[in-house]
Antibody, heavy 118, light 113 residues
Framework: EVQLLESGGGLVQPGGSLRLSCTAS????????MTWVRQAPGKGLEWVSG????????DYADSVKGRFTISRDNSKNKLYLQMNSLRAEDTAVYYC???????????WGQGTLVTVSS | DIVMTQSPLSLPVTPGEPASISCRSS???????????LNWYVQKPGQSPQLLIY???NRASGVPGRFSGSGSGTDFTLKISRVEAEDVGVYYC??????????FGPGTKVDIK
């Protein structure tokens, strides 16, 4: 059974940093690209960042480019999202998600809430 | 970027009746491999999104047969043949043609009349 468990969310002041983690199990982690999607309170889904299976290729939404960094450790089955220079508009539930070989998302984690507020 | 739109944004339904949601993309989602890179997800209250339909018309594992996806190019439809109370939630379409730069529709909230 595929499981994705996010952690690392919490309350942070504007301008601060947080590092989200996602621990994967139930599939061969190193085979699949992974992605982060966020959902602001009461709003829809917004893709944030993606990383290839090897970690060699990364992409970012314009809204987070230059502030967020996605990475992975295939030896630990972990995905990360380093978030710097956080803004109030980054407040959201952040979901870790697995991509299929066709390049769409098939599994989602339960999410971790990030609140940026003074 | 590909822009996704959905209609309606709110859909009150009667159990046992059919329901339909439309999704449109700003450019064709038909890949050279013949698949439409359009997927449907449902987010039930208090839960994470879950995959319903992938590549336009394929039901994900465990998805009831009352759900079906159709369409090609820029116009797609999700149909529920007979709505059940457990189907309440927000339904999102998502394009994966520009993977990993996914874009989602705004969501359609389905609730019981």
């Amino acid at each position: 059974e595929v499981q994705l468990l996010e952690s690392g969310g919490g309350l942070v002041q504007p301008g601060g940093s947080l590092r989200l983690s996602c621990t994967a199990s139930g599939f061969t982690f190193s085979t699949y690209a992974m992605t982060w999607v966020r959902q602001a309170p009461g709003k829809g889904l917004e893709w944030v960042s993606g990383i290839s299976n090897s970690g060699d290729n990364t992409d970012y939404a314009d809204s987070v480019k230059g502030r967020f960094t996605i990475s992975r450790d295939n030896s630990k089955n972990k995905l990360y999202l380093q978030m710097n220079s956080l803004r109030a508009e980054d407040t959201a539930v952040y979901y870790c998600a697995k991509e299929t070989s066709y390049g769409f998302v098939d599994y989602w984690g339960q999410g971790t809430l990030v609140t940026v507020s003074s | 970027d590909i822009v996704m739109t959905q209609s309606p944004l709110s859909l009150p339904v009667t159990p046992g009746e059919p329901a339909s949601i439309s999704c449109r993309s700003s450019q064709s989602l038909l890949h050279s491999n013949g698949y439409n890179y359009l997927n449907w997800y449902v987010q039930k209250p208090g839960q994470s999104p879950q995959l319903l339909i992938y590549l336009g018309s394929n039901r994900a594992s465990g998805v009831p047969g009352r759900f079906s996806g159709s369409g090609s190019g820029t116009d797609f439809t999700l149909k529920i043949s007979r709505v059940e109370a457990e189907d309440v939630g927000v339904y999102y379409c998502m394009q994966a043609l520009q993977s990993p730069l996914f874009t989602f529709g705004p969501g359609t909230k389905v609730d019981i009349k």
